[in-house]
């Protein structure tokens, strides 16, 4: 059936050729002779004569000949000056232009106006067959046709051409093959779907083509090639194949600081590292397709490593196997081993100092061995640790810890600021009595000194007794600990997982001592006064016990999405952890401790103080502020030992109390509002509201610690600070306030507070 709008369309054509067939001789002076010609009927002969002129084919495959029929003028003779002499092509007056072949196509009167714009030839032309040539490669080149033949014909009033066309199938499916093309479909029906439902257009499609290619290039896919079409159906089915580029295998290759493969004699350079430390790090496995945006995620884990200096990466093809490549890593290795040691200071262990001696890739296996030993004003600690950062041929991508510590400290929770310390006590009897009496003051029952507390008690069997010391009370601990970490990924280890848990066991034995190392298993708050209440001295140990066993099983999970590690302005990041102690003798004791933390980041940009606050056009802001909220919490539930208990108070808590001047207790709830801001360089702000509170629990805290040093329980603090970017992290440099009472506490920390 023929379509109307296109028939309309033809005799449109054929109208206005005929009409200017007409107009030519009034408007040219042709010659009288072409012009009766053009009145006179064409015999058969000269039809053939005709399209042997045009086609270049008369027979005898010699030049072709010129032909005079209706309005055809005489071959011109002329040549180019520079080409080979030859007889110029005659020129046929052209009087209609006719396309055929699209009757009945969904898009006739479409195809049929692009054949026909292709073309340079109109009614009134003279053209040479190779211009015809030219108007049909024309057509070809709109994409539209997957045939084009050109028949000229002699017609009443001359020539007339007939471009016989056969149309493209209308667009019903793009398929790429191979299927692992690694596109998703949906991007194949969002590139193509504007175009199903249309006739075929080779020339568009080539430029959807080259969006695939940009969206292969976009995502890293940088070896992969769209190329086709290798197929298009009768229904409208178009195939195009993708070669995507694969990676055969991944080579390592050491290099000297030079970059060079040899050394001086000409051998190869041999790392230290096991080949598979390095390969392992790259996601991209054999037979997988190349992506450049994987491969540079795994070069920058290769440098987190921090067992190399520099990577170099070469991609060699395979030979015989086009499309393959091996990724080639020059590895450049550091020095892995250190000795290091150093001066500090800390408002909780006062001046210290501390050598490190450590291996981070020992037996070129990625292990951290490290020996670690800290001496200061407060106490020291040896402390051993081995660390395997993947744990081989797991795919998970999970970690190892392990440690073995000797430690001597004096806890915060037997400290105060304001209200003196809890100091030792050599002997105590308790007698049930309201009062303990010092046998080293004479204010006692026997007014005067007693050589030991058994003797007083002898004398005085009512009365409870104690030999007052007063030195610091101080804990040895000796145990060790091995974690389990491991990423919630599903299995992908080069996946960014937001949930990671870990898993433990830990054992120690803990010491009450003072501070020269001998057993103290009693303390007291009094300054050595010979009369104070017997609940005042008090246990330092669970059980009184001069030596307490701990075995714990620690649970831990946490949840991260924060934007940047070390200074975040957006995400949250939540913990949770849970670790049981169970008792293994007469002096373990059985408690649970559980303790939860969530801390939510707000971008915002208040104050613009720093340039990079205030961009100039063109120019990419670099302005890192936010609102950070902290909430904390925790619960003890058992046989607390005192040291175990949760202190409040210090530069990573209540900020404008000491460290553990705020509370001792088995529970504890703390909040934090912190707006930073950066103010110039290396230089940022801060300004805070802290608030913690023990929820009433001091009381219940086996010898009430927190009580008799007098420590409130609940405060906050209002504060300020200017924070100093260095090669160690964060430097805070803080002032805050004590619930508004005008008592300052000034702290320096390294590290932003969460």
């Known amino acids: 059936m023929v379509n109307p709008s296109s028939d309309r369309t033809r005799n449109a054509v054929r109208r206005g050729a005929l009409g200017l067939a007409l107009a030519l001789p009034l408007l040219t002076s042709l010659p009288a002779r072409a012009q009766a010609e053009a009145d006179s009927d064409q015999s058969s002969e000269e039809q053939i004569q005709l399209e042997d002129a045009l086609t270049g084919d008369n027979g005898d495959n010699s030049e072709p000949q010129s032909v005079e029929v209706d309005a055809f003028e005489g071959v011109q003779e002329a040549t180019v000056a520079g080409e080979d002499e030859r007889p110029a092509q005659p020129r046929v007056l052209i009087t209609e232009v006719m396309i055929d072949g699209i009757d009945g196509h969904p898009e006739q009167e479409r195809v049929e106006l692009a054949a026909y714009d292709a073309m340079t030839v109109r009614p009134g032309s003279r053209v040479t067959r190779d211009e015809l040539k030219i108007d049909l490669e024309a057509i070809y080149a709109t994409g539209?046709?997957?045939?084009?033949?050109?028949?000229?014909?002699?017609?009443?009033?001359?020539?007339?051409?007939?471009?016989?066309?056969?149309?493209?199938?209308?667009?019903?499916?793009?398929?790429?093959?191979?299927?692992?093309?690694?596109?998703?479909?949906?991007?194949?029906?969002?590139?193509?779907?504007s175009d199903y439902g249309r006739t075929l257009n080779l020339a568009e499609l080539q430029l959807r083509m080259k969006e695939l290619q940009t969206w292969y290039s976009s995502e890293g896919y940088a070896l992969a090639r769209v190329t086709g079409p290798t197929r298009v159906s009768p229904v409208g089915v178009v195939q195009l194949k993708v070669v995507i580029g694969t990676v055969a295998g991944v080579e390592v290759q050491f290099l000297n600081k030079e970059g060079e493969t040899t050394n001086e004699k000409g051998e190869p350079i041999r790392g230290k590292t096991k080949p598979w430390v390095v390969t392992r790090e790259i996601s991209i496995k054999p037979g997988e397709a190349f992506?450049?945006?994987?491969?540079?995620?795994?070069?920058?884990?290769?440098?987190?490593?921090?067992?190399?200096?520099?990577?170099?990466?070469?991609?060699?093809?395979?030979?015989?196997?086009?499309?393959?490549?091996?990724?080639?890593?020059?590895?450049?290795?550091q020095s892995t081993g250190s000795l290091s040691g150093g001066l500090g200071y800390s408002q909780s262990q006062g001046v210290f100092g501390q050598v490190q001696l450590q291996d981070s890739n020992f037996y070129g296996?990625?292990?951290?061995?490290?020996?670690?030993?800290?001496?200061?004003?407060?106490?020291?600690?040896?402390?051993?640790?081995?660390?395997?950062?993947?744990?081989?041929?797991?795919?998970?991508?999970?970690?190892?810890?392990?440690?073995?510590f000797l430690s001597r400290e004096v806890p915060q929770v037997f400290q105060s600021q304001n209200n003196g310390d809890i100091v030792t006590v050599t002997d105590y009897l308790d007698n049930k009595s309201s009062r303990a009496y010092s046998i080293n003051k004479t204010n006692n029952p026997a007014s005067s000194k007693l050589a030991s507390v058994g003797y007083a008690s002898n004398l005085y069997p009512d009365q409870s007794w104690f030999d007052y010391e007063g030195d610091s009370v101080a804990l040895q601990r000796i145990g060790g600990n091995f974690i389990f970490a491991r990423p919630l990924n599903g299995g992908d280890p080069y996946k960014i997982a937001t949930w990671q848990v870990l898993a433990g066991l830990s054992v120690q034995s803990v010491r009450p001592i003072n501070f020269e190392g001998s057993s103290r298993v009693y303390g007291t708050s009094n300054k050595g006064n010979g009369d104070i209440p017997n609940e005042d001295v008090i246990c330092i140990s669970y059980n009184c016990a001069t030596e307490n066993n701990l075995a714990g099983l620690r649970v831990a999970a946490t949840y991260n999405t924060l934007n940047d590690p070390r200074n975040p302005t957006s995400g949250n990041f939540f913990s949770f952890g849970t670790e049981q102690f169970l008792s293994v003798g007469e002096n373990s004791p059985t408690f649970n401790r559980v303790k939860a933390n969530y801390t939510q980041f707000f971008p915002v940009n208040w104050l613009k103080i720093s340039k990079g606050c205030r961009p100039k056009a063109g120019e990419k802001a670099n302005c890192p502020q936010a609102i950070g909220i902290q909430l904390k919490a925790g619960s003890i539930v058992g046989d607390l030992p005192p040291y175990e208990a949760f202190c409040l108070g210090g530069s990573n808590s209540v900020r404008g109390f000491h460290d553990c001047d705020l509370a001792v207790g088995r529970n504890y709830g703390e909040a934090t509002l912190e707006y930073r801001f950066p103010i110039i360089s290396i230089f940022a702000g801060e300004l805070f509201v802290d608030a913690g509170t023990d929820f009433g629990s001091q009381t219940s805290v086996p010898g009430k610690p927190g009580t008799l040093l007098k420590k409130p329980g609940s405060g906050f603090s209002i504060g300020t600070g200017v924070i100093v970017t260095t090669p160690v992290g964060p430097l805070r440099l803080e002032v805050a306030s004590q619930d508004l009472t005008g008592d300052y506490r000034f702290n320096l920390g390294v590290g932003w507070k969460f």
């Open 365 to 404: 296996r990625a292990w951290n061995l490290a020996l670690n030993l800290t001496y200061g004003q407060y106490g020291g600690l040896t402390n051993f640790t081995f660390t395997d950062p993947w744990i081989k041929g797991d795919t998970h991508r999970t970690s190892f810890r392990t440690s073995l």
């Open 144 to 193: 539209w046709f997957s045939d084009v033949r050109i028949e000229p014909v002699n017609g009443p009033l001359g020539v007339q051409l007939f471009v016989q066309v056969v149309p493209n199938p209308v667009l019903t499916k793009v398929e790429l093959l191979p299927e692992n093309n690694e596109i998703p479909p949906q991007v194949i029906e969002d590139t193509f779907s």
């Open 291 to 333: 992506n450049r945006n994987k491969l540079e995620g795994d070069i920058k884990r290769l440098y987190g490593t921090s067992l190399f200096s520099d990577v170099k990466v070469t991609l060699k093809p395979v030979a015989g196997n086009p499309g393959e490549v091996n990724i080639v890593l020059g590895i450049v290795e």
